[in-house]
Nanobody
Framework: QVQLVESGGGLVQAGGSLRLSCAAS????????MGWYRQAPGKQRELVAA???????NYADFVKGRFTISRDNAKATVSLQMNSLKPEDTAVYYC?????????WGQGTQVTVSS
């Protein structure tokens, strides 16, 4: 069983920064990917950024140049540094761990950006 625990959401003014963190615990196999997704009210969940265990990163176009994803394989954590936040970044942000046969999701953390 794998658990993902997210932290770091909150309320910030437009132009501000937040850092999200996600810690995974349990039986985690190698060759996995960790990522952040978000879901705004009335919208589908969408990829924000993902990073493979080897370090390859993938970003959604709408966050390129503003957000940075990183991970610590030894600690099984993934972080998302979010800079230059916009009101349209307001959403619940979810951590996801993908392994060859399973995927796991965190409970989500609210990010609210005020204009």
């Amino acid at each position: 069983q794998v658990q993902l625990v997210e932290s770091g959401g909150g309320l910030v003014q437009a132009g501000g920064s937040l850092r999200l963190s996600c810690a995974a615990s349990g039986s985690i196999s190698s060759g996995n990917a960790m990522g952040w997704y978000r879901q705004a009210p009335g919208k589908q969940r969408e990829l924000v950024a993902a990073i493979a265990s080897g370090g390859y990163r993938n970003y959604a176009d709408f966050v390129k140049g503003r957000f940075t994803i990183s991970r610590d394989n030894a600690k099984a954590t993934v972080s998302l540094q979010m800079n230059s936040l916009k009101p349209e970044d307001t959403a619940v942000y979810y951590c996801r761990l993908t392994m060859p046969r399973y995927e796991y999701w965190g409970q989500g953390t609210q990010v609210t950006v005020s204009s």
